[in-house]
């Protein structure tokens, strides 16, 4: 039988539509009559997932400047926040799935063991005591391969998306980011004066070409194939600053 208890992780708590067992039929729920425990929904199917289309457009800001922009609040809703099991704010990362978190492996070098983080969803603030907040246990860490830094998060259950928890969409395989492209930094890192403490930022930079970053004065043959640079190259070494992503 399906039960709470039994199946935590298939969203039976309460007395809604769902389908656990892939019933061909449809989504079933249980009802309150005593001769009959369950019956099909007359619900049409939900439509595809949307990803990478927030509610809140995001500023897009391109400061320049050490700290970035202050974020509209919840216009990355794909932002995560990872956290100790005591609620400290570690690194961030990024909803992919309802259910998958990307992030990065450097971010785990003080326990690999899933019951020592804790994943919050939803909010705007670094503190996460909006009303919005998703809060979610995980369920497994898988590394990255050949030292690659790269963590991929799995969660004990998935996160209820909506209009503050999106996922961002992922390319294709062997997709090649253009030149002209742009990418931008989110997350509560270090502000260093510039204003906006505890509260989400953005940078934009603009991608720059692996061949023009590989050259002796920027980053001299540093970026792989598998690897992207981005930053600002214009007016020479001396006051460029590139990057690796």
């Not at 860490?141 to 961002?168: F, T, Y």
């Not at 540093?222 to 214009?234: F, H, K, L, T």
Request: glycine share 10%.
């Amino acid at each position: 039988s399906f039960t709470p208890e039994t199946h935590p992780t298939k969203g039976l708590d309460g007395n809604s539509c769902r389908n656990p067992d892939n019933d061909i039929i449809g989504p079933w729920c249980y009802t309150t009559d005593r001769d009959r425990i369950w019956e099909h929904c007359q619900i049409p199917d939900c439509v595809e997932m949307k990803c990478g289309t927030p509610v809140i457009k995001p500023k897009r800001c391109f400061s320049r400047l050490v700290g970035g922009c202050v974020s509209n609040p919840h216009s990355w809703p794909w932002q995560i926040s990872l956290r100790t099991s005591i609620g400290k704010h570690v690194c961030g990362g990024t909803l992919i799935d309802p259910q998958w978190v990307l992030s990065a492996a450097h971010c785990f070098e003080s326990s690999i063991w899933p019951s020592a983080y804790k994943v919050f969803l939803g909010i705007h603030t670094e503190r996460g005591n909006e009303p919005s907040k998703q809060e979610r246990r995980l369920e497994k860490i898988v590394m990255g391969p050949n030292r690659a830094d790269i963590a991929l998060l799995k969660l004990e259950s998935p996160a209820i998306i909506n209009d503050n928890v999106q996922p961002a969409c992922l390319p294709e395989k062997d997709y090649i980011v253009s030149s002209t492209a742009e990418c931008f930094v989110t997350g509560w890192g270090e502000t260093q004066g510039t204003g906006g403490d505890g509260v989400l930022k953005e940078e934009g930079f603009p991608i720059i070409e692996n061949k023009v970053c590989n050259l002796p004065e920027y980053l001299n043959g540093r970026v792989q194939n598998n690897e992207m640079c981005a930053g600002y190259i214009e007016g020479g070494a001396d006051s460029s600053a590139a990057a690796l992503l």
